[in-house]
């Protein structure tokens, strides 16, 4: 059975409960589906928003990279991911990620897979707007999110 | 070939993308920031530590040492924050 993906980049909020509902009835083989959201905090009160610039066509091009992968890897009967772009507001989602697959450890092993490389290979960038009205600065990439990455790669590439 | 900048490489250069024609010398993406380096005060504070600027080819990554001849769109980028 092909893996489905379905992989959305829009402005747009998007509704958790129905994508979940769609993915878990995928087909009849699904035993299980792990769901991350990604929220825009407000840091205690220094964030108005968040601003993300993304690269469009590539940045559904290399998730797709990233979910196609992940099938490779795991087998897994669904996958979504679904990523905001523009200005976010604390409380709301930026992205979400759903796996599912007959077991639950594969579900969870792609949907982690595909948060650490979305994080660093998929073409979005952060810009913060504080809450005092100054213009805010470009969000730094994190040394830990690259680590985080490099733990996926199979021993013949370390 | 068309040029594509964002984030902070695309506020510091001035423009989110423009058309340049590319010396024969220029057969790298590490060769292409080291050419537009020189191109003016911007793009000299955009790209001021090269190894941290990301490429993409034809929206794809490549690393420095990669070729980039023939591509009809690159883009450039600091390390990304989504997610």
């Not at chain 1, 979504?80 to 759903?98: A, E």
Request: hydrophobic fraction near 45%; include cysteine.
């Amino acid at each position: 059975m092909p893996c489905a993906i379905r992989i959305v980049v829009q402005a747009e909020p998007f509704d958790t409960a129905a994508e979940i509902a769609t993915i878990r009835n995928a087909d009849a083989n699904v035993g299980a589906v792990v769901s991350f959201s990604g929220i825009c905090r407000d840091e205690s009160g220094r964030l108005a928003a968040l601003e993300l610039e993304h690269y469009p066509g590539m940045a559904e091009a290399e998730i797709g990279r990233i979910a196609h992968e992940a099938v490779q890897r795991w087998s897994v009967d669904a996958l979504t991911v679904i990523h905001r772009h523009g200005k976010i507001v604390p409380g709301d989602d930026i992205v979400l990620v759903l796996a599912a697959s007959s077991h639950r450890q594969a579900a969870f092993d792609a949907a982690s897979f595909l948060m650490d490389f979305l994080k660093t290979r998929a073409p979005f960038w952060k810009k913060e707007h504080l809450a005092n009205g100054s213009a805010g600065d470009w969000v730094d990439a994190r040394e830990a999110d690259d680590a985080a990455r490099e733990r996926w790669k199979r021993d013949t590439e370390k | 070939m068309k040029l594509i900048y964002f984030a902070w490489v695309r506020e510091r250069i001035g423009t989110a993308e423009e058309e340049i024609e590319l010396p024969a010398e220029v057969t790298t993406a590490g060769d292409l920031l080291a050419f537009l380096q020189a191109r003016g005060e911007g793009y000299a504070e955009a790209l001021r530590d090269p190894k941290i600027i990301r490429v993409a080819v034809n929206q794809e990554h490549v690393g420095h040492d990669e070729p980039i001849t023939g591509a009809r769109e690159i883009a450039l980028f600091p390390p990304m924050t989504g997610g």
